[in-house]
């Protein structure tokens, strides 16, 4: 199943809101029957983990066979379908500039911590997909932000993964990565760090999770532990960004733990970096939450 251009669909408030129906902890609640805290799981099969791997993607870290995907090296933009916005939106779009950026590190979070926990090939599936596919529609971005881009480092992170240098390896590789990208976050306007902005920024990295989900969950089965792995890395980057919000204002600390409160309560869709093999989770409570935290950022 190929991938679709999916984050920058447009969806109305009034839709989202509609499609939420039920508040999000009604969603869950059946969910939350499990553990909320994601740690990795060794109950589940290897075999169906790998199913689908790298579909439709070509996902920055690892082999497979999907559409867009290198073998490591950078392909020209626009190449393969994938989850970011057209390189020419991204050079004048801040909101499309740092979501691109921030699906790079949820791809990064979800391979650093496969390899961590010794799910090597996994690892190496997900470090691919940011080299191979999404740093391509970067660079006019960075040409026209004035900005260096983070080619070295990002092929400095692969190669750790895939030559398996070690734990501490891929680390050091990894925070030099992450500290080159967060740099060329800075490249746009001051308008775009506001937390009304932030939250907006959460909401896309959400419905790109939700679109991920979709594909790895159909009828409560597991059809793509990659993609199921992706939402994982996307909507964890998606808290990280809501935790990092600074404001003494009552309207953005009340918005900030609201939103925190959703993202909790959708932790249960994740039980494990590896999936069972079926789920009574579905995207539809991750399309909610982002419809709840589009409310309040547009509140603030």
């Not at 500290?179 to 976050?185: G, Q, V």
């Not at 939250?199 to 939700?210: E, P």
């Not at 204002?249 to 932790?267: Q, R």
Request: proline share 3%; hydrophobic share 45%; charged share 25%.
């Amino acid at each position: 199943m190929g991938k679709r251009n999916k984050l920058w669909k447009s969806i109305s408030v009034i839709g989202l809101a509609g499609a939420a129906g039920m508040s999000l902890s009604a969603c869950t609640e059946e969910e939350n029957e499990g553990e909320a805290a994601v740690a990795p799981i060794e109950t589940s099969v290897d075999a169906v983990a790998l199913a689908g791997e790298g579909e439709g993607e070509g996902e920055v870290i690892s082999a497979g066979e999907g559409e867009g995907e290198g073998e490591g090296e950078v392909v020209a933009a626009g190449e393969g379908e994938g989850e970011g916005a057209a390189a020419t939106e991204l050079t004048s779009d801040d909101l499309a500039y740092l979501t691109h950026l921030s699906l790079i590190k949820g791809h990064l979070y979800v391979g650093a911590e496969l390899y961590k926990a010794g799910h090597i090939e996994h690892a190496k599936t997900h470090m691919k997909h940011p080299e191979s596919e999404l740093y391509a529609d970067l660079v006019p971005a960075f040409e026209a932000r004035g900005t260096a881009g983070f080619a070295k480092e990002l092929t400095a992170v692969s190669d750790a993964v895939n030559e398996e240098k070690g734990v501490e390896a891929v680390q050091t590789a990894l925070d030099t990565l992450l500290a080159a990208i967060d740099t060329n976050a800075m490249a746009v306007s001051e308008t775009s760090a506001t937390p009304a902005e932030k939250l907006k920024l959460v909401v896309q990295l959400l419905r790109t999770a939700a679109d991920e989900y979709a594909i790895a969950v159909v009828d409560g089965k597991m059809e793509n532990a990659h993609e199921y792995q992706d939402a994982f890395g996307f909507t964890t980057i998606a808290t990280d960004l809501v935790e990092g919000i600074e404001s003494d204002e009552s309207a953005v600390t009340d918005a900030k733990a609201a939103t925190l409160a959703i993202l909790a309560d959708v932790k249960p869709h994740w039980p494990g970096l590896i999936p069972p093999e079926t789920l009574k989770t579905e995207a539809g409570a991750l399309y909610g939450a982002a419809a709840q935290i589009e409310l309040l950022a547009l509140s603030l």
